[in-house]
């Protein structure tokens, strides 16, 4: 890869003018059209090259990461320090799989794949992209919440069988109790009928996960449910938050049940003004896309299935504990001292039984989840529509 002419590489350092042959303006603008960021450095790891991902990545402009070492971006003994040497001494292509790095601004620490590539052009420079997290972890993430997920469905049916029968006997014996009582006790026997109830209520949210009737679908025009879910928070819990969009207008229908993707929309809106409650100027940002190119196999079906249609809600909240990261859609599992931990497990049931998988993403002033759901059928319409023009 080719660095483009006119970079130097920064105070005390030759510049790359000299000895780089002049990029045609298409190359340049494919290397900055990148989605996934890109450097380039030369002797003693010093950058001389970004990409604008790159900038949006480590929270810098190219002139300041100009400024700045890889040493400055990874920790003493990072092996990308060591991959780059090999690189410039073997003069062949080297990735490392899975390494950490710190963006600048945000200090927050990126779990990245990264590929080294010798400038063949250029003696000593090397480029280096970095990839995210990919798309199979994720996906394998998801599988591992859909396992845990169905041992909650278990669970589910278990406690309707052995706790809800015995919980209608006790709280039947603590009224008639109360009534015998002297007054002094009797608030002792309502705190059991109270508690009783609160039990009761609790295994009624776990009994949802017990349901596997087929999900009614039809096509249902997304930003019509996005839009409800936005009022009902904006009268509840967001009322002081910021809430904005950025809807593609030509999404075409998702296939779904309606009530169930509100529930979905409800509980992620929820669950980001919560996080935001300690958060100067809170934000949720709401977005939509078309993203073709995924596809994954699920249960039931040897086909794999598309899922374009992309739906992230984004805080700017302190970000999730990175010790429940990995297991923040299982039953049970929450960071909010008065949580119940099952909102999120009842999103990641919901997407899965239609068929979309659901990601979270976390690092301190950015949270986002994001949903990717399989589209209508060509053949029909959305809900919503109105006659289609002849």
């Known amino acids: 890869m080719a660095i483009p002419s006119g970079i130097t590489a920064g105070a005390g350092q030759k510049t790359v003018e000299s000895d780089t042959p002049r990029l045609p303006g298409f190359e340049r603008s494919i290397l900055q059209s990148l989605n996934q960021p890109v450097l380039a450095c030369e002797g003693q790891n010093r950058i001389i090259w970004a990409n604008y991902a790159a900038e949006g990545f480590f929270g810098a402009s190219r002139q300041l990461l100009s400024r700045h070492r890889l040493d400055d971006i990874f920790a003493f003994g990072s092996p990308v320090l060591q991959m780059v040497k090999n690189v410039n001494e073997r003069q062949a292509p080297m990735a490392e799989y899975r390494v950490i790095s710190s963006p600048l601004r945000s200090g927050a620490e990126v779990e990245t794949d990264v590929f080294a590539s010798p400038a063949p052009e250029l003696k000593g420079v090397v480029s280096l992209l970095f990839q995210e997290r990919t798309m199979a972890d994720k996906i394998d993430r998801q599988l591992v919440s859909r396992g845990a997920v169905r041992s909650a469905t278990g669970l589910a049916s278990m406690l309707a069988h052995e706790i809800k029968n015995p919980l209608s006997g006790i709280r039947g014996a603590a009224q008639l109790l109360e009534q015998s009582v002297s007054e002094n006790d009797r608030p002792l026997a309502r705190l059991i009928t109270d508690e009783t109830d609160r039990i009761v209520k609790l295994v009624d949210r776990v009994e949802v996960f017990g349901d596997e009737r087929p999900v009614k679908r039809k096509p249902i025009n997304i930003h019509v449910i996005l839009d409800r879910v936005k009022l009902l928070a904006k009268s509840g819990e967001a009322r002081e938050i910021t809430i904005t969009e950025n809807y593609d207008p030509s999404l075409p229908p998702v296939y779904g049940s309606e009530d ?15 996080a935001l409650e300690k958060t100067a100027n809170p934000c949720i940002k709401i977005s939509t896309a078309f993203r073709p190119g995924i596809k994954i196999r699920v249960a039931g079906t040897s086909e794999r299935i598309s899922l374009p249609l992309e739906i992230v809600i984004r805080d700017n909240g302190p970000g999730v504990p990175e010790e429940i990261l990995p297991f923040l859609f299982d039953p049970f599992v929450t ?54 023009p002849v």
């Open 260 to 274: 169930q993707l509100i529930q979905v929309f409800i509980n992620l809106f929820k669950n980001a003004a919560e």
């Open 335 to 388: 960071s909010k001292s008065a949580g119940s931990g099952l909102g999120l497990a009842l999103v990641a049931k919901i997407i899965s039984d239609h068929g979309g998988i659901v990601e979270v993403d976390s690092r301190p002033s950015r949270t986002s989840f994001r949903v990717l759901l399989p589209m209508a059928p060509s053949d029909s319409a959305p809900s919503d529509s109105r006659e289609k």
